[in-house]
């Protein structure tokens, strides 16, 4: 992208000059984040291949921060370089199809086997002022409508730039553009898409976004944001986040809604329409229409946080989010190790439970549960005709983590994660999960 090359030009340049200056190497960091993956998923009931998902690797996160030169603007740049190593996988069990850009973990070779390795280098030029910050080219952005996906071995990332301030008291205000992602399991910057879209034929290379968050208290906070992924969707989104101490505890209140609707060739044209319940449509696809709901209460005391939520997704098609079918993330409740539960016309409620050990002396240690039960989803097949009336699927999550807490192992971090999927959906099979996760990260600066 020309406009973050130039950037990075340009900031290269004056920190040549002021690499020396106090702030840019006082306040520099560097870190190196190692992880090592283990997935494998059991896609059960059903013929259809593949029956097994599973790829083992090691991946090497360096990441470089530097702090700020002196002077009314401040000049900076950031570095992250990615590294996945396969230890296992191979043809038929790497999760490669013909129309994906990789497997489950890694790219794919044209004969559908995991790669060896894979890697990418990412600039980011930056500039500040007062309390507003200008950052251009490869950005990991976490905001309603846009969300870096870190769910494997490697995390997404990607090509833009982005203005953050903060002038104004208990007021953060953000917007920027992107123009390209790179995948989990990806080197290659792509465009971008949503489901049901091919990604191969209809894509985007613009996506706007812009909103703010408000702290009207301490415990209150207001968001509102607006998203827009060029020929496929707009998107509004609210929220309030609210805790209230109740006893001797703390009720969240997290309450969200996003209005999401058609933008240009995905009102008329079959390559850019979104999956949902489209009936007597041909291509049993559609434009983007659909409104979500959601609440989601937490209620934590001596340890345990008890948790339960709803969500409704109303309209036409599913809820839209930045997808390109290699893996990514979406800011709804209902975000899970498989499954979204954002099917058009889904009711979604959901239980969950966690507990932190150090309340009885052992630090570190730390468990968690959720169950998610959606039904009256409505789907069609590729011709139109309903498929599914009424159906259902439920998901069990169960995460058991342990970060060591002192001597020469200290951060390492060991993670167990197991899903399970049931669906009545027609075609589609169920699933079962689990995740080995061995993290660790060096501070080298």
Do not use: C
Request: charge should be neutral; glycine fraction near 14%; proline fraction near 3%.
């Amino acid at each position: 992208m020309y406009r973050s090359t130039l950037a990075l030009a340009v900031a290269s340049a004056v920190l040549a000059q002021q690499a020396s200056a106090a702030g840019f190497i006082e306040d520099s960091k560097a870190t190196l984040g190692l992880r090592n993956f283990y997935i494998n998923t059991d896609n059960r009931s059903g013929a259809a291949d593949p029956s097994r998902n599973e790829e083992w690797g090691q991946g090497f996160d360096l990441r470089f921060i530097s702090g700020y030169t002196q002077g009314t603007v401040g000049f900076g740049i950031d570095a992250i370089g990615l590294l996945g190593v396969r230890l296992d996988s191979g043809g038929g069990t790497n999760g490669a199809t013909s129309t994906s850009y990789g497997g489950t973990v890694f790219p794919s070779k044209s004969n559908g086997e995991a790669v060896d390795n894979f890697s990418s280098l990412g600039l980011t030029a930056k500039a500040k002022v007062s309390q507003t910050e200008l950052k251009l080219g490869t950005l990991q952005p976490k905001l309603p409508v846009i969300v870096t996906n870190d769910g494997r071995l490697l995390p997404q990332t990607w090509e833009g730039g982005q203005v953050t301030s903060g002038e104004f008291k208990d007021l953060t205000l953000i917007g920027g553009q992107i123009e390209h992602v790179k995948g989990r399991n990806s080197s290659n910057n792509e465009q971008m898409a949503i489901g049901g879209a091919n990604p191969r034929v209809a894509s985007s290379n613009k996506f706007i976004y812009a909103g703010g968050d408000y702290k009207f208290t301490k415990d209150l906070t207001a968001q509102y944001y607006y998203g827009n992924l060029q020929e496929f969707y707009k998107q509004h989104f609210l929220g309030l986040v609210h805790n209230w101490a109740i006893g001797p505890g703390v009720l969240k209140s997290d309450l969200r809604y996003f209005n999401s609707s058609d933008d240009g060739a995905n009102g008329d044209t079959a390559a850019y329409f979104s999956n949902g319940n489209y009936s007597g449509v041909p291509s049993g696809k559609g434009k983007v229409d659909n409104n979500l709901y959601s609440g989601l209460f937490l209620y934590t005391v001596a340890g345990h946080t008890f948790g339960g939520g709803y969500q409704v997704s109303n309209g036409s098609s599913d809820f839209p989010w930045l997808n390109q079918g290699d893996g990514s993330s979406a800011y709804i409740i209902t975000d899970s190790q498989i499954q979204k539960f954002a099917r058009a016309g889904e009711r979604t409620w959901q239980a969950r439970y966690s507990y932190d050990f150090a309340k009885v002396g052992v630090p570190g240690l730390t468990a968690g549960l959720v169950y998610l039960h959606g039904d009256d989803i409505d789907t069609v097949n590729n011709r139109g005709a309903q498929a599914a009336n009424g159906a259902s699927e439920w998901e069990r999550d169960l995460t058991v983590g342990y970060v060591v807490q002192s001597g020469a192992l200290k951060n390492l971090g060991l993670q167990w994660r197991n899903a399970t999927w049931r669906t009545n959906i027609p075609g589609v099979r169920d699933q079962d999960e689990n995740r080995l996760i061995v993290s660790y990260s060096i501070p080298l600066l």
